[in-house]
């Protein structure tokens, strides 16, 4: 029970840090109506809202994973991590096809399904990202 409440505390934190980072996000001279922070404080109130649960609904009886399976977080976590950094090298398509196309696998997904996923997953990302809303994502070494 105690470690859910940490885990919402915790939460609570960051997402209140990610909203006042996103506040200082400069202005460009040309913007839109929502501004460079609407995103990002949606993911704030997503992020607070879901800790919020964890603090006042903690799991009477909480099952902590066992240490393979923590080390196997941890190691998405730096594999999130990698994406961040790679994705202005190879742009936003090619990273996000493989970065979706390791952590679905990892979720137990076959290779050719995650594969698929992946393609599938960068593809509709970028139509309505880049093509509906015109937000530009990292290009890559072929443009997109």
Request: charged share 10%; net charge negative.
């Amino acid at each position: 029970m105690m470690s859910d409440r940490v885990l919402g505390g915790v939460g609570l934190a960051l997402a209140a840090f990610y909203a006042w980072a996103a506040t200082i996000i400069p202005e460009p001279f040309a913007s839109d109506a929502i501004g460079p922070d609407g995103f990002p404080m949606i993911i704030a109130a997503v992020l607070a809202l879901s800790s919020l649960y964890f603090v006042l609904k903690p799991d009477p009886d909480p099952k902590w994973p066992a240490l393979n399976r923590l080390a196997e977080i941890g190691f998405a976590l730096l594999v999130m991590f990698g994406y961040a950094q790679v994705l202005p090298v190879l742009g936003f398509v090619f990273s996000t096809i493989l970065i979706t196309a390791y952590l679905t696998w990892r979720l137990g997904a076959g290779p050719l399904t995650s594969l698929l996923n992946g393609v599938g997953t960068a593809v509709g990302l970028f139509v309505i990202f880049e093509l509906i809303f015109g937000l530009s994502l990292a290009d890559g070494p072929l443009g997109f």
